[in-house]
C-alpha cells in the first residue's frame, strides 16, 4: 500500500507538476479576460447611460423655413388629409404629437381663439391655455368645416381609413385617395408612415418633436420672454430651468437688446452733462 502511495506520488510530482502550471497560466489568463469582459461590460453600461442623458437633454433642432414649406407641400399631398393639419398646428401652437392626436372639440375656442390642452404628457402641460394665432385659427375652422356633425367631446383628429376611388367625370383607370370611413369617437392612431412618406419626399430629416423645437425657437428669437414661452410650451418649474440652459445661445440676441435699451442717446448725455455743470 505504501508502495503504491509512493508511486503516485511520484507519478504526480513528475507528469502532473508541469501540467498544473499551464493550468494556473490559463486560469490567470481566463481571469484577465474576464476582468476586461467585465470593465468594457461597464464602459458600454455607462456609454449608454450617458446616451440616454443625451438624449433625455436633447430639445431638437429648429427646421428653416424653406425646410418648412417643402414639408408642408409633401404634407398636403399626403394620403392622410390631416398631416397637413397636424404639422400646421405644431408649428404654431408648439402642442406635442400626444396633445394633438388626444385633442377633442370641446377644447377648441373659436370666439376666445384659443386651444385648451387635455392629456398631456407632464402634470404643468396639462389644462394649459394657448392662444391661436391667424394662421392657426384659419386652419382650425377649414379642418372643422369638414365635420358639420361634430361635437364637443369628438376627437379633432378622428380614426379614418382610406381606399382609392374614381370619379365619374375623370378618365378611365385615374383614381385618387379618400376617407371610405371615420370615427371621431376614436382619435386616430398615428401618423407616422404618413409623416416619414412627406419627410422623404421633401428631402427634410426632422422628428415631429423638432417642430415644437421650431416654434419655441422663432418665439425665443423674436424676443418673447422665456416664462412667456414655458407657459406656451408647458414646461415644469425643473424643464423651465434645464432649458433656459439649453435654449441660453438664443437669449444672448435678446439679452443685447436689452442693455441697448438702456444707452442714452449721445446728444442727451452730454445735455445732462453741461446741465449738472452749470448747477455747481
Not at 12 to 30: G, K, M, Y
Not at 122 to 136: F, K
Request: hydrophobic content about 40%.
Amino acid at each position: 500500500m505504501n508502495g503504491d502511495v509512493a508511486f503516485t506520488a511520484t507519478k504526480c510530482s513528475a507528469d502532473t507538476v508541469p501540467l498544473l502550471s499551464a493550468d494556473r497560466t490559463a486560469l490567470i489568463d481566463f481571469g484577465s479576460q474576464q476582468a476586461h469582459l467585465q470593465q468594457g461590460r461597464r464602459q458600454i453600461a455607462k456609454g449608454q447611460r450617458a446616451t440616454a442623458r443625451r438624449a433625455s437633454d436633447d430639445v431638437g433642432r429648429a427646421i428653416t423655413r424653406e425646410q418648412e414649406a417643402l414639408l408642408l407641400a409633401a404634407c398636403q399631398s399626403s394620403r392622410s388629409r390631416s398631416l397637413h393639419i397636424a404639422v400646421l398646428l405644431a408649428l404654431n401652437t408648439c402642442m406635442r404629437y400626444s396633445e394633438l392626436r388626444l385633442l377633442k372639440w370641446e377644447r377648441v375656442n373659436f370666439v376666445a381663439r384659443t386651444v385648451t390642452v387635455g392629456t398631456s404628457k407632464t402634470e404643468s402641460g396639462a389644462g394649459r391655455m394657448i392662444p391661436l394665432n391667424p394662421r392657426a385659427l384659419s386652419i382650425l375652422r377649414f379642418w372643422a368645416a369638414l365635420f358639420p356633425n361634430r361635437e364637443p367631446e369628438h376627437y379633432v383628429f378622428p380614426s379614418e381609413k382610406y381606399g382609392l376611388a374614381q370619379r365619374k367625370d375623370e378618365p378611365k383607370g385615374s383614381t385618387r385617395v379618400c376617407v371610405h370611413s371615420s370615427d371621431a369617437t376614436k382619435p386616430i392612431g398615428r401618423w407616422k408612415e404618413a409623416w416619414e412618406g412627406a419627410k422623404a419626399q421633401a428631402g427634410v430629416q426632422c422628428r415631429f418633436h423638432d417642430l415644437r423645437h421650431t416654434g419655441c425657437t422663432r418665439m425665443l428669437e423674436a424676443g418673447v420672454p422665456f416664462s412667456v414661452v414655458a407657459s406656451i410650451m408647458g414646461w415644469s418649474a425643473s424643464t423651465t430651468v434645464r432649458m433656459a440652459k439649453r435654449y441660453g445661445h438664443i437669449g444672448v440676441r435678446a439679452q443685447r437688446l436689452a442693455v441697448e435699451a438702456l444707452c442714452e442717446p449721445v446728444s442727451d448725455a452730454a445735455g445732462a452733462q453741461n446741465r449738472a455743470q452749470s448747477k455747481r
